[in-house]
């Protein structure tokens, strides 16, 4: 089973930017995608960005595209937040993604039991 520790929240202002890392560790499927996820108090959790293990490939939400950057490097996640706005604030999180997002990247949404981390906190605040 794949787990996952998140890191490098913070306090930051709008307009700012973060740089977010996800520890990849256990056994993984043949194919997947890791995604990063976001939790803001009172709503559901959604979909923020994933990235193929077979070639790279990304794909992002409306909400983040030409401001966040995903990227891997062997097992580290990474999420790349740039011009960070109040409603980015939120608790982000990375998971072996089961959304839509990993079938743009090329590969099978996630089929097994989510395994969630503790997630890390990005405030965007004056």
């Known amino acids: 089973q794949l787990q996952f520790v998140e890191s490098g929240g913070g306090l930051v202002q709008p307009g700012g930017s973060l740089r977010l890392s996800c520890r990849v560790s256990?056994?993984?499927?043949?194919?997947?995608?890791i995604g990063w996820f976001r939790q803001a108090p009172g709503k559901e959790r959604q979909g923020v960005a994933c990235?193929?293990?077979?070639?790279?490939r990304t794909s992002y939400a409306d909400s983040v595209k030409g401001r966040f950057t995903i990227s891997r490097v062997e097992q580290t996640v990474y999420l790349e937040m740039n011009s960070l706005k109040p409603e980015d604030t939120a608790v982000y999180y990375c998971?072996?993604?089961?959304?839509?997002?990993?079938?743009?990247?090329?590969?099978?949404?996630?089929?097994?039991?989510?395994?969630w981390g503790q997630g890390t906190q990005v405030t965007v605040s004056t």
């Open positions: 990235i193929s293990d077979r070639d790279g």
């Open positions: 256990g056994f993984p499927p043949e194919h997947y995608a």
């Open positions: 998971a072996a993604d089961y959304t839509v997002c990993a079938l743009r990247t090329g590969v099978p949404p996630f089929e097994g039991p989510v395994s």
